[in-house]
């Protein structure tokens, strides 16, 4: 089972959809998690950090379910420009090493 | 965050050759990275660039062939040896922990994007 796991889509919507990604860990000490941008050609980038309480960052949610190691990021009102691979990343606990998914890509269509 | 650049930003390279690649930060960073990124694939961490002494490298990925340097808190290099067709990958540096301030995560640089023929 790979550490980290996300659906690698594509995830065709329309503008001004909602859409949700969800990516596993399997490691369950893991203690930091994030979201990361990366467009085509381009390097990742910081999206956000994902706390245990849930965090909103204007049009992005994430969220942090422990039990079932899971994390989740919502988009609402999607925009063309949204349309990117997002990263799940999880810090592993024993190495403090990043761990990378594979990546979710989305794709806004006009 | 820190302002990171790396050169060149992209290589054409014949097997055999070998290619440095620079990292330069605009800051004073505790912690720098490898990290390479094959076609469709997502990140995998080369090695972690210690400054003064020698880097410490991930299962897969030996000093002979990724030769690091990091000979102040602000650059890095990475060399790829004896290039084959399975080095052609992204290769990016991160950085983590700009001096005195702890950062959460990590930032890229701009990567490289190496073709091996």
């Known amino acids: 089972r790979k550490e980290v796991e996300q659906d690698p889509g594509p995830f065709n919507v329309p503008e001004g959809a909602t859409v949700a990604f969800n990516c596993t860990y399997s490691?369950?000490?893991?203690?930091?998690f994030f979201w990361y941008r990366q467009d085509c050609r381009k390097e990742p980038k910081l999206l956000m950090s994902?706390?245990?309480s849930g965090n909103e960052d204007g049009r992005f949610t994430a969220q942090l379910n422990r039990a079932s190691q899971y994390i989740s990021l919502l988009i609402r009102d999607s925009k063309l420009s949204d349309s990117a691979t997002y990263l799940c990343?999880?810090?592993?606990?024993?190495?403090?090493?990043?761990?990378f998914g594979t990546g979710t890509l989305l794709a806004v269509q006009p | 965050s820190a302002v990171i650049s790396q050169k060149p930003s992209r290589d054409i390279c014949q097997r055999g050759t070998s290619l440095t690649i620079q990292c330069q930060v605009d800051?004073?960073?505790?912690?720098m990275f490898w990290y390479r990124q094959q076609p469709g694939q997502s990140l995998t961490l080369i090695a972690t660039?210690?400054?003064?002494?020698?880097?410490?490298?991930e299962s897969g990925f030996v000093i002979d062939k990724f030769p690091i340097s990091r000979p102040n808190l602000t650059f890095s290099t990475l060399t790829v040896s004896n290039m084959s067709p399975e080095d052609s990958s992204i290769y990016l540096c991160?950085?983590?922990?700009?001096?005195?301030?702890?950062?959460?995560?990590?930032?890229f640089g701009p990567g490289t994007r190496l073709t091996v023929l």
């Open positions: 800051s004073q960073v505790t912690m």
């Open positions: 994902v706390y245990s």
């Open positions: 990343v999880v810090r592993e606990f024993t190495t403090d090493k990043l761990i």
């Open positions: 490691n369950s000490a893991s203690q930091s």
């Open positions: 991160s950085v983590e922990d700009l001096m005195g301030r702890r950062t959460d995560t990590q930032y």
């Open positions: 660039a210690n400054q003064g002494s020698e880097a410490t490298y």
